[in-house]
């Protein structure tokens, strides 16, 4: 038992589904573009040291002692 009795009805959908997708492809290279010309990309690595870059204990009491 189906659940619209026409065959040309389950192929409708692809009418919505393909410009949906086409809209949606296009947004996501706008996006990347847009990432890539602000420079977001530029340095990945950085980032990822800076927590690697802490304070050290002595720098720490040095702060604490010109306070």
């Avoid at 809209?23 to 602000?38: E, N």
């Avoid at 340095?43 to 010109?66: H, Y």
Wanted: aromatic letters at 14%; a negative charge.
């Amino acid at each position: 038992m189906r659940l619209f009795p026409f065959r040309w009805f389950y192929m409708q959908i692809l009418y919505l589904l393909i410009p949906m997708s086409v809209v949606l492809i296009v947004a996501a290279v706008l996006a990347f573009s847009w990432a890539v010309k602000h420079r977001q990309f530029d340095d990945l690595e950085s980032p990822g040291m800076i927590p690697l870059l802490d304070d050290t204990d002595e720098e720490r009491r040095r702060e604490r002692q010109d306070q």
